[in-house]
């Protein structure tokens, strides 16, 4: 018999303006068994350094994703004809104690991973990759590749004394040994810094590292094909900072920087990732109180769809 998917609500069921306000008004569940790819809410913003507000992220990504319709048209991906997708709720967190948080954080995702779920989080700052990782490495038991996109590096050995904030979680994994170094990239790096050296650590690591002003004007394409040929079949996780974006794409942010990448470069650099083994994914720092308009959140769901997309087993038309 063949396996029933679920499928997102239809505009045509139910005006996109109506229904309950899931990730593309999937189902919900808290029910793990033969779920493929999970969408998971982290509201969490205690570990930002500047504008707070990403706490509603997940929540506004999610009313914005109503827009969207299950067939990607450009890629032709059918994510829905393929995997088993679900809204799986959110990570509940300790709003007074960040390193409860943290915990928290790591203890829900240990149980996702052990169900054989992919997750997609929408974030919430980008502290939560740290105990995402922490959870994923006690699941695989290796480090993983990343492909990171981001204005900033977020290897800040600490931050007002404190090792664990939005600006530290990969100094952190790698640290830990959750990250394969030399199959991580980051890709938008921009910005004014503290020392003409800011970005050095990150190379002196392995890391692949690319600037902005070395994507202005082109297409990405060729760089992703560099990327899957770095990366190879490395259990791969990406992670996606919406500042990465330039503020005039994704005004909506904790800590905006000018010059920064297009939303098609964000989306060649997610669809540049079809074909790595992927595990699983994040969209972060979505802050809606400066997001006027919804653009932010709206572009957000998007990329965190074209993440689904990409996912192990989608099927394309």
């Known amino acids: 018999m063949a396996t029933a998917f679920n499928q997102p609500l239809g505009g045509n069921e139910m005006i996109r303006s109506g229904g309950i306000?899931?990730?593309?008004?999937?189902?919900?569940?808290?029910d793990y068994a033969d779920i493929d790819v999970g969408f998971i809410g982290v509201p969490f913003d205690i570990g930002t350094s500047n504008r707070t507000g990403a706490r509603f992220g997940p929540r506004a990504i999610r009313a914005e994703s109503s827009l969207l319709r299950?067939?990607?048209?450009?890629?032709?991906?059918?994510?829905?004809?393929s995997l088993q997708v679900a809204d799986l709720g959110d990570c509940s967190i300790n709003t007074f104690n960040l390193l409860d948080s943290i915990r928290l954080i790591e203890e829900f995702y240990a149980k996702v991973f052990a169900a054989n779920i992919k997750p997609i989080s929408l974030g919430g700052d980008h502290t939560i990759v740290l105990p995402i990782l922490r959870a994923l490495n006690r699941h695989l038991k290796k480090p993983v590749a990343i492909v990171?996109?981001?204005?900033?590096?977020?290897?800040?050995?600490?931050?007002?004394?404190e090792k664990i904030a939005h600006g530290t979680p990969f100094r952190r994994a790698i640290e830990e040994g959750l990250i394969d170094t030399h199959k991580?990239?980051?890709?938008?790096?921009?910005?004014?810094?503290?020392?003409?050296?800011?970005?050095?650590?990150c190379r002196n690591?392995?890391?692949?590292?690319?600037?902005?002003?070395?994507?202005?004007?082109?297409?990405?394409?060729?760089?992703?094909q560099e990327v899957r040929m770095l990366i190879g079949d490395t259990p791969t996780y990406i992670s996606f900072d919406i500042d990465g974006l330039d503020p005039s794409f994704a005004p909506?942010?904790?800590?905006?920087?000018?010059?920064?990448?297009?939303?098609?470069?964000?989306?060649?650099?997610?669809?540049?990732?079809r074909g790595l083994n992927l595990v699983g994914g994040d969209v972060v720092e979505v802050s809606p109180p400066y997001d006027t308009t919804g653009n932010t959140a709206l572009v957000g769901?998007?990329?965190?769809?074209?993440?689904?997309?990409?996912?192990?087993g989608v099927r394309y038309a």
Request: hydrophobic share 40%; charged share 15%; aromatic share 8%.
């Open 184 to 201: 991580m990239v980051q890709i938008g790096l921009r910005g004014t810094g503290y020392s003409a050296e800011d970005f050095d650590w």
């Open 148 to 161: 990171h996109v981001d204005a900033h590096a977020d290897v800040n050995d600490t931050m007002y004394g």
């Open 70 to 81: 299950p067939y990607n048209m450009s890629t032709g991906a059918a994510p829905f004809d």
């Open 252 to 273: 909506g942010t904790g800590t905006p920087e000018v010059g920064g990448l297009t939303v098609t470069q964000g989306l060649e650099i997610i669809r540049g990732c």
């Open 301 to 312: 769901a998007n990329m965190a769809y074209e993440i689904l997309c990409v996912m192990p």
């Open 21 to 30: 306000a899931t990730m593309m008004r999937l189902p919900t569940t808290t």
């Open 205 to 224: 690591q392995g890391i692949k590292v690319v600037q902005a002003e070395s994507c202005w004007y082109q297409s990405l394409a060729p760089l992703m």
